[in-house]
């Protein structure tokens, strides 16, 4: 059990273009959903968390103008990356925990490149 | 907010050979996690220990939370246990506070 898929595994885009990421719990309700940001060979930086209905809390120097997330049911979250730069370019991971659990299980992450 | 800081941060060995990881944080926490991540980036949960020993396999972990430090031991190395090893604590509800980690390679 608590498995947590992200799509796509891999995106190229553009500057300037926009691009959604999903991330699901496939079996169980994710009560809230966390979206964190790799750079190569560093840590996991957690940039928002959201609840299912309510707004995202960002964390300090995140611009939630450019990263757009909504967490419309329970086992869906989008993270959007709006006006894509190459500076944007980075490892994108979410995690989801839900009710009564006490540990963050992980997506496999998705690779955002911006051309 | 919470330091996590982990040592050593690479570690080579011999398939086969012994291995402790650390992670101290300087603040008190309600829980923390061990992560593998893999070389494809996936992260696999390996331990949900704020405090107490846990053991699963060849791997097993303690958190002293007193102390501010956890360990994980990795027994009987073998070459698909490289890859990178988190502790992640928690500082409030749910937010995850993620180590510096450990970069293991294990050569057979």
């Known amino acids: 059990g608590a498995v947590v898929s992200q799509h796509p595994s891999r995106v190229i885009c553009k500057s300037g273009t926009s691009v959604k990421i999903e991330c699901r719990s496939l079996d169980f309700q994710a009560t809230t959903m966390f979206w964190y940001r790799q750079f190569p060979k560093q840590s996991l930086m957690l940039m928002a968390t959201?609840?299912?209905?309510?707004?995202?809390?960002?964390e300090q120097g995140v611009e939630k103008d450019k990263f757009l997330i909504n967490h419309a049911s329970l086992t869906l979250s989008t993270l959007t990356v709006t006006s894509a730069h190459p500076e944007d370019s980075s490892f994108y991971i979410c995690?989801?925990?839900?009710?009564?659990?006490?540990?963050?299980?992980f997506g496999p992450g998705t690779r955002l490149t911006v051309t | 907010g919470i330091q996590v800081e982990q040592s050593p941060p690479d570690l080579i060995l011999q398939e086969g050979a012994n291995s402790t990881l650390r992670c101290n944080f300087s603040?008190?926490?309600?829980?923390l996690q061990w992560f593998h991540q893999n070389p494809w980036g996936q992260l696999i949960n390996l331990f949900y220990?704020?405090?107490g020993t846990k053991q699963n396999g060849r791997l097993s972990a303690t958190t002293v939370a007193t102390e501010r430090y956890s360990l994980l031991y990795i027994s009987s190395s073998q070459t698909t246990d490289s890859g990178v090893y988190f502790c992640a604590v928690e500082e409030g509800t749910y937010k995850y506070i993620f180590g510096t980690g450990t970069r293991l390679k294990v050569l057979a």
């Open positions: 995690s989801a925990t839900g009710t009564g659990r006490y540990e963050q299980y």
């Open positions: 603040d008190s926490v309600n829980n």
């Open positions: 220990i704020p405090s």
């Open positions: 959201s609840n299912e209905g309510s707004k995202a809390t960002y």
